[in-house]
């Protein structure tokens, strides 16, 4: 009888344990068929936006990335639920003592909360997508993605600057329908001021009707001396340009600049330090 017993609980042990691994086995599979099911659905979102002409290419950025990491969560949840369920566990009771553990963990994590509602509304009221130049605090950069509860953007140095949502205050948008080059130079006080105000808005005015820089939507403005500095009349140009390009402007507004001044004769001033030398003789007693 109890040989009998033995082989019985072996049999029982045997049978557990196929089944563990056949639970194993198709929840591996269930994992697999995730993964395909997310690439095919992002692949479908992506290509979807593509071919919509209705949507800017930057929104059109912005919105895919942030259904595509919906999708992602969702299916990757469910999936895990349907491994769960697997191994006799009562999804249904796990997700109700979760949300009543909520309640209490939802006290330690106001700014999880905070971030996830401050992104609903930078996607609602498309305060910045992917692709534009922004400033939040004093990082700038450009916006690589936005998510639900941070938001990537990469600086002109390489670095990547993770930001939460709900740390953001104020943007400052650059990618909003132009941007303006702000250009000072300065000139010797030994100068003709009008003259060389008049040649700034001749160079400037041959610089726009020429197309002389890519990125120049209307022709710069010479607003006129805006600082009198220790060595120097400080004129400065204002220029709209498209989005992005207020740095090459600027540059090759100086550039051309220069040259204009050097054909003119026109000075820009440089450090001088005078050095006076005393000669103390000694009288002869």
Excluded at 37 to 66: A, G, H, P
Excluded at 95 to 110: D, L, T
Excluded at 203 to 224: D, Q, W
Aim: aromatic residues 6%; contains cysteine; neutral net charge.
């Amino acid at each position: 009888m109890e040989k009998f017993n033995a082989k019985i609980e072996a049999i029982k042990s045997l049978d557990w344990l196929i089944e563990i691994i056949g639970n194993i086995g198709i929840s591996i599979i269930q994992i697999i068929i995730a993964g395909i099911i997310i690439k095919i659905l992002i692949s479908f979102i992506k290509k979807s936006f593509k071919i919509n002409n209705k949507l800017s290419d930057r929104k059109k950025q912005t919105l895919s990335e942030v259904l595509s990491s919906v999708v992602k969560y969702t299916v990757w949840f469910i999936a895990i639920c349907s491994v769960l369920t697997n191994f006799g566990v009562n999804v249904a009771s796990l997700i109700a003592v979760a949300g009543v553990g909520s309640v209490a963990i939802g006290f330690g994590a106001q700014s999880l909360v905070q971030d996830i509602i401050t992104g609903m509304f930078i996607l609602f009221e498309d305060q910045f997508g992917v692709g534009d130049i922004i400033t939040v605090d004093t990082l700038t950069g450009t916006v690589e993605s936005i998510g639900l509860r941070s938001t990537r953007i990469r600086g002109a140095d390489g670095d990547l600057h993770i930001i939460p949502n709900g740390m953001i205050k104020i943007i400052t948008n650059m990618s909003k329908e132009f941007n303006r080059a702000t250009i000072d130079i300065g000139v010797a006080y030994e100068e003709n001021i009008d003259n060389v105000i008049a040649v700034m808005k001749d160079e400037t005015s041959k610089i726009f009707k020429n197309k002389m820089i890519e990125g120049l939507r209307a022709e710069p403005n010479v607003l006129g001396i805006i600082d009198l500095a220790d060595s120097a009349v400080v004129i400065r140009i204002l220029a709209d340009t498209d989005i992005g390009e207020n740095w090459h402007v600027e540059r090759e507004i100086r550039r051309l600049m220069k040259k204009r001044f050097d054909k003119e004769n026109i000075n820009i001033p440089y450090p001088k330090r005078v050095i006076e030398i005393v000669e103390n003789k000694r009288k002869e007693a």
